[in-house]
């Protein structure tokens, strides 16, 4: 879609104008009409004038001697002042009024311009230069804003394109696209619906985590549908000044039906459309909730069958106010979740499309390993990987650039700077291979990838990466326990080889605590609280925070509960890893020498004969 900008007068320009005209006028105008009035003469001009009783009054300035003739209409003189002793003498004796001062005419064009037009004029300038820079901090106009742009929306409008996004640009959103494409083909073919007595709904909410494409998703079906796109964000609607988010929203409405068919987007609906309990310190009456009534007021009287299309997004469907998703409102929620393996895969190969890259890159190992990943997030590992290739002298991107752009975005980058000691490494070392250790033992844990003690700039020292072989949408009460044990691995394999522990299970028991907790207080996969929600989850795409809900004796003893399983499953670590400690040492050995070792080493070691005695490794760091 091509953005339509308004263009913007070349107000500088006037401002310019004004000013030559100024000028000017000071220059040429001005000094002709004061000077008009006023003739220079010389010295003994003015003495002999004196002696033959021409003058009626004089004024002696400090440069200069200002006199007035006997004339009906007296004429103003000056001459430039001499040293004269005898001048107060001459105008005594010539009866001369020397003591009042003489008032030089202007003419009444000019007293008006300097007296009224000018100050009127000055003062019409700042306020406009204020106006502007209230308009520009406030966002009601920006450059070019007036008073009069007060109420206008800012909505950003596109109109349709040749080269704009298509259904074919957004990839892994199949059955979003799938919805929406019935409100394309609305605006294609109207009267096939009217025949029928079918209306379209009103609107349509995307609802999904950040990053998964639902900006994208209704620029594509302005794109498809071939029609004017107005695209503008919650936030823009709340002003400062109670009514203007009101009138924002009537003005925007008023644009989309002169171009109907037409889609209204409206992105971060949630800024404005939030529930209404009031609470407002004025009685409820705020400029969000006014906002709010404007919205649902133009949404029940514009015409749905002209064609105009609103759509909205929003992170966060559960605060939003529910006369917002009546029908007739927000009729149709379309969720815009996280791909799914062959989303991500095709998601990958869109992006990737638009860098130069080795032919045989392959796609579905990097989704397999970006399990989790947005669209936003993929296509940030494209370009990561591009800026590798580019950084190492390359004009094409391999897989490896691929792999390690998925190892940025988890983990951030390689930290050159940080050096461990060699007890350090060591320990990091035995730390990630019982992690490793733990999950290639267990029948349920995703086969390792790859295993690192090199720093990375997120903090974590080293890293082992499991891998999935396919999509998984179901975990089983064994396969939580085994993750679980999983993460104590490393904290389990410090204390038997080193007897101490370190902060560097910090991340881990932050994360086996809380899927410990979640399977007790959530999945119900306890027997003493069966299927019991004692924790809520908000905010399902933004994280997922819990919440407890029950009483304080429970919580204790959903504590307990939790503290008994994680020690369980540290206990079934700890059995694992010292039944192999022999593979442990070797293994820690070649990571401590190799710092990066990949899965298949591990498990070619792993299942090897024993190569070394126990403790070689330990005894070698020391």
Known sequence: MKEVKTPKKPLILFYVIALVVLLALNMFLFPAL?????????????????????????????????FTDKAEKPQIYETGKMDDPN???????????????????????????????????????LG???????????????????????????????VPSTTGIKFADVAGE?????????????????????????????????????????????????????VPFFSISGSEFVEMFVGMGASKVRDLFAQANEKAPCIVFIDEIDTIGKKRDGASSLGGNDEREQTL????????????????????????????????????????????????????????????????RDPNLDFNAIARAAAGASGAELANIVNEAALRAVRQGRDTVLQSDLEESVEVVIAGYQKKNRILSDKEKLIVSYHEVGHALVAALQTHSAPVHKITIIPRTSGALGYTMQ????????????????????????????????????????????????????????????????????????????????????????AAEL?????????????????????????????????????????????????SPIAMP???????GE
């Open 34 to 66: 004061i000077n008009g009035q006023i003739e220079q003469v010389g010295y003994s001009d003015f003495l002999q004038m004196l002696e033959d009783g021409k003058i009626d009054q004089v004024q002696v300035e400090s440069d200069l001697i200002v």
């Open 128 to 158: 406009q230069l204020l106006t502007r820079g209230m308009m520009k901090k406030l966002g009601g106009g920006g450059l070019g804003g007036s008073a009069m742009s007060f109420g206008k929306s800012n909505a950003k409008m596109y």
């Open 467 to 554: 891998v999935e072989e396919g999509e998984h949408y179901l975990m089983s009460k064994e396969e939580l326990e085994n993750k679980i044990s999983t993460f104590t691995g490393g904290r389990c394999a410090e204390d038997l080889v080193f007897r101490s522990v370190t902060t560097g299970a910090s991340n881990d028991i932050e994360q086996a605590t809380r899927l410990a907790r979640a399977m007790v207080a959530q999945f119900g996969m306890t027997e003493e609280f069966g299927m019991v929600a004692l924790q809520a989850q908000n905010n399902l795409y933004l994280g997922g925070d819990a919440s407890l809900a029950c009483s304080p004796q429970t």
């Open 614 to 620: 126990e403790g070689n490794a330990y005894n070698e």
């Open 293 to 356: 009534n404007q919205l649902l007021t133009e949404m029940d009287g514009f015409d749905g069958t002209k064609g105009v299309i609103i759509l909205a997004a929003t992170n966060r469907p559960e605060s939003l106010d529910p006369a917002l998703l009546r029908p007739g409102r927000f009729d149709r929620r379309v969720p815009v979740e996280l791909p799914d393996l062959k989303g991500r895969e095709d998601i990958l190969k869109v992006h990737a499309a638009k860098v130069r």
């Open 559 to 607: 504590d307990r509960r939790v503290i008994e399983l994680v020690k369980r499953q540290y206990a079934k670590a700890e059995k694992l890893i010292s039944d192999n400690m022999s593979k442990l040492h070797e293994l820690a050995k070649f990571l401590y020498e190799q710092e990066t070792i990949t899965g298949e080493e591990f498990m070619r070691i792993l299942e």
């Open 87 to 125: 001048l107060v003498e001459r105008l005594e004796n010539a009866g001369v009024d020397y003591g009042a001062e003489i008032v030089k005419e202007t003419s009444p064009l000019l007293s008006f311009l300097l007296s009224w037009l000018l100050p009127i004029a000055l003062m019409l300038l």
């Open 174 to 226: 199949d059955e979003a696209k799938e919805v929406l494409t019935e409100i394309v083909d609305f605006l294609h073919n109207p009267k096939k619906y009217e025949q029928i007595g079918a209306k379209m709904p009103k609107g349509a909410l995307l609802v999904g985590p950040p990053g998964t494409g639902k900006t994208l998703l209704a620029k594509a079906v302005a794109g498809e549908a071939n």
